[in-house]
Nanobody
Framework: QVQLVESGGGLVQAGGSLRLSCVAS????????MGWFRQAPGREREFVAW????????YNSYSVKGRFTISRDNAKNTMYLQMNSLKPEDTAVYYC???????????????WGQGTQVTVSS
């Protein structure tokens, strides 16, 4: 089992930045992929980015590439999402995810965190 706890969400003005963190516990951290999803009100949950233990990563290029950066610190059992140039349409609950299957444009995780709210005001 893997437990995931997100933090770092909040209210920010358009154009601002936030950094989300996700701390993992349970199974050995470095050996599985991790990622971020988000869900805006009234919309389906959307894949944002994933990162493998090696540091290899991919993004939902349509919505976030060039503005968001995913990273992980295996020694700290922590994954990050640096979000820059935030837009009102980035407003959502952001979920940390771990393990599961990754592909060039998708991620099917096994474990989920509880989510952290990000609100971007115009």
């Amino acid at each position: 089992q893997v437990q995931l706890v997100e933090s770092g969400g909040g209210l920010v003005q358009a154009g601002g930045s936030l950094r989300l963190s996700c701390v993992a516990s349970g199974r050995t951290f470095p050996r599985y992929p991790m990622g971020w999803f988000r869900q805006a009100p009234g919309r389906e949950r959307e894949f944002v980015a994933w990162i493998r233990w090696s540091g290899e990563s991919t993004y939902n290029s349509y919505s976030v590439k060039g503005r968001f950066t995913i990273s992980r610190d295996n020694a700290k059992n922590t994954m990050y999402l640096q979000m820059n140039s935030l837009k009102p349409e980035d407003t959502a609950v952001y979920y940390c995810a771990a393990d599961g299957e990754t592909g060039a444009t998708y991620y099917y995780p096994t474990y989920w965190g509880q989510g952290t709210q990000v609100t971007v005001s115009s």
